[in-house]
């Protein structure tokens, strides 16, 4: 399925889009397949598959800890692909999220349509901003492959526009100022924020990430996002768990208590 | 070849610099730069930041001729005395042009990432002159090693955040200061520390260290009533070497050469040459050569200096060096403790081994500089900075320490 139609669907269903994020080979490559296809049918709609990279200036601890472990253990930029391949084959709708060097280093356009064979329907990058995206725009474009930028609470309403008329499939909305990571609550910033980007444009998908960990926080991001984007929570169950059974068995548990809670959303507002 | 009109709007020296970073910096790096546009221009801001570079700093600098260096190396070589500069070296300059800038922007906070301490010392310096809070981020490895320059730091009222992320080092302090700007931009100033970094960085801290180029090109008419053949200077992050250089790119005559820390060699794989050892790549928001991986993931950089000591390089010199306007060469350790040893016997000065890294790059060119010129050359090097910081580190290397008392911390400082 298509990001646009999970979108549509979930829309349908008056209800938001899951997004549960997980870095590849973290802590193996075989892991990270059973991790993400057991988020896909615990009820994440959308896998983000994070491809590890030795300087993730935009993670905090626990995605920087699973990504140095998939590293040290010697994920490679193909193993990503392999795994993105496994995962969209099981039927979830996978996008990536990767930090630029490493696309830089494997070739934009080879990237993107090696990406596009995979499965993938597009990338999220956090560290590239549309002001110097022209070679993966082209190449998106070729591809067919979604891009997703970020905005920020700080991004002026000029480069909100901007950045959202770059965006295809969704726009992903940092929720407040800082790094990734699980907190107590959700920004207020958050909202005001959905509110820019659907008055630049009504139509774009709005993912909001950054922060979510339970399914009451998910429930209140649902009220006013399109997508709730989960990832710290999701990798803890895995990085805290004794045993791969247990981290298999967490992951579900949260899954669908995420997925429990989009399904609510609190008219928080 | 109009370096002086680089980068362009956007940042970019040719394909290199630009901004890789994340969407929520943008708009702290627009303010950066328009508060430098107009800073740029404002005669109140540089007479502040000219009197506090003359009267605290202690510039310029002098432009020493080292007689005994001179006839041991049979070339005619000019020291740039930035090591005689308050703190120590050349990066005084950039700390209080950018802590003047946190003042104008009304940013009562700074942060600042350091390998083995200099940067930070710095950094804390300025922030306690201008009554700035400053918190600065170290890799914890480092903390473990250069304990001493911790404790100037927290002398000068900062805060030292050692950082478990990753290597431990440079650049993770780097990433972590970078996590925190995101979060603090508000209230904080980040006063990176190497010309290099997402625009305007690079040319702000080219800028802020220029004063040394243009005071060297000075004193060589002065004192000569001619320009040097040659300037050289160490290349980590290259803001002593864009510093020099940049008043230099527009006089043809003159060669322009970067000396990167070789290590134990480049062919070894232990060294931080990015240039000569690295690759084109993206890291700490922008493009330039990079220490990378074939999957493009940072390599950990080795080098006997720790100012050095870093996997990345200021954009402007990634364009110098494709532009074919400066050469960049390796110096290995050995060369460089080699340099470090005859500066000290000959001259009596003690050379941070940063700079002995100079020193020995421009010993290596002088024969070729001979002949290709018929007549002894005239070399200028950047002596960025001085050497007590590294007693341990030399002392070690040339096994001269006492085995008892390895190092007394009071003669260290």
Redesign the interface.
């Known amino acids: 399925m298509s990001i646009a139609e999970v979108f549509h669907k979930a829309k349908a269903e008056d209800r938001a889009v899951l997004v549960g994020c997980m870095p590849a080979g973290f802590p193996t490559v075989d892991d990270s397949i059973a991790s993400m296809i057991a988020m896909h049918e615990a009820g994440c709609d959308v896998i983000e598959v994070e491809l590890p ?6 993670d ?2 626990v995605i ?1 800890r699973a990504s ?1 472990i998939a ?1 040290s253990r010697g994920v ?2 193909r193993d990503t692909l392999r795994i993105i391949d496994a995962v969209a084959s099981a039927g979830a709708t996978v996008v990536l999220m990767t930090y ?7 070739g934009v356009n080879a990237f993107a349509r090696d990406l596009a064979a995979a499965g993938a329907t597009g990338m999220i990058t ?4 549309p ?2 995206a022209a070679e993966w725009i082209a190449a998106a474009d070729e591809h067919r492959l979604d891009r997703t ?8 309403d000029e ?1 909100l526009a901007m ?1 959202v008329a770059h965006c295809r499939g969704f726009v992903y909305a ?1 929720a407040l ?3 990734t990571g699980a907190r107590t609550s959700v920004s207020s910033q958050a909202p005001e924020l959905v509110d820019r980007v659907r008055h630049t444009n009504p139509d774009m998908p709005v993912g909001v990430g950054l922060g979510v960990g339970t399914g009451a926080q998910a429930a209140e991001v649902a009220g006013f996002a399109d997508g709730v984007i989960v990832g710290s929570a999701l990798i803890r169950c895995v990085l805290e768990a004794p045993d791969r059974a247990t981290g298999l068995s967490r992951l579900r548990a949260l899954s669908a208590e995420l997925a429990e809670g989009v399904r609510n959303p609190a008219k928080a507002r | 070849m109009s370096a002086p009109t680089l980068p362009d709007l ?1 940042g970019h020296f040719g394909r290199y610099g ?7 910096l ?3 790096l627009d303010e950066l730069d328009a508060a430098y546009r107009s800073a740029k221009t404002d005669p109140v801001f540089q007479a502040e930041f000219e009197s506090l570079l003359v009267n605290y700093a202690g510039t310029p600098s002098l432009l020493y001729r080292a007689e005994r260096l001179s006839e041991r190396l049979g070339a005619e070589i000019l020291l740039k005395r930035e090591d005689l500069n308050h703190t120590g070296a050349h990066k005084v300059r950039n700390v209080l042009g950018q802590a003047l800038l946190a003042k104008r922007m009304g940013k009562p906070r700074v942060i600042a990432e350091t390998g083995a301490g200099q940067h930070g010392v710095a950094s804390a310096t300025a922030a306690a002159l201008l009554d700035l809070e400053c918190v600065v981020y170290m890799g914890e490895m480092d903390t473990e090693r250069q304990a001493l320059n911790v404790a100037r730091m927290r002398m000068l009222g900062a805060t030292v955040v050692p950082v478990t ?2 290597s431990r080092t440079l ?1 993770d302090a780097l ?1 972590e200061a ?2 925190d700007w ?5 209230t904080t100033h980040y006063l990176l520390g190497t010309a290099a970094g997402p625009h305007p960085f690079p040319e702000i801290v080219r800028d802020f260290v220029g004063g040394i180029g243009i005071e060297a090109r000075a004193q060589c008419l002065a004192q000569l009533g001619r320009l040097p053949d040659v300037v050289a200077a160490c290349v980590g992050g290259g803001s002593n070497a864009i510093g020099i250089f940049h008043a230099f790119v527009p006089d043809e005559s003159v060669q322009l050469y970067g000396f990167e820390a070789g290590g134990e060699g480049v062919a070894t794989g232990r060294h931080a040459a990015s240039i000569t050892g690295g690759s084109s ?5 922008a ?1 330039t050569y ?1 220490l ?1 991986d ?5 390599v950990e950089s080795h080098s006997i200096s720790a100012g050095l000591d870093y996997p990345g390089v200021g954009p402007e010199h990634a364009w110098l060096h494709d532009t074919g306007r400066a050469e960049y060469e390796p110096v290995t350790d050995d060369e460089a403790m080699a340099a470090f040893q005859l500066l000290c016997l000959t001259e009596g000065i003690i050379p941070a081994i940063e700079s002995a890294h100079a020193l020995a790059g421009a010993a290596r060119i002088v024969p070729q500089l001979r002949a290709e010129l018929g007549r002894t050359p005239t070399i200028l090097v950047n002596l960025s900075g001085r050497g007590d910081k590294d007693v341990h580190t030399a002392g070690a290397y040339f096994g001269i320490l006492d085995p008892v008392e390895a190092i007394v911390p009071g003669e260290n400082a």
Not at chain 1, 100 to 106: L, Q
């Open positions: 990279y030795s300087d993730p200036v935009m905090g601890p920087q140095d590293l490679r930029t630029w060097n490493p696309i830089e280093k494997y956090p560290d590239l901003i002001d110097e930028f970020l905005v920020s609470p700080s991004s002026t480069r950045t940092t100022m800082g790094v | 956007s630009g901004r890789f970073v994340p969407e929520a943008v708009r702290a992320n990753g650049k990433n970078l996590r995101v979060a603090s931009v508000d790549g993206v890291l700490h928001g493009r990079v990378q074939s999957d493009g993931q940072t």
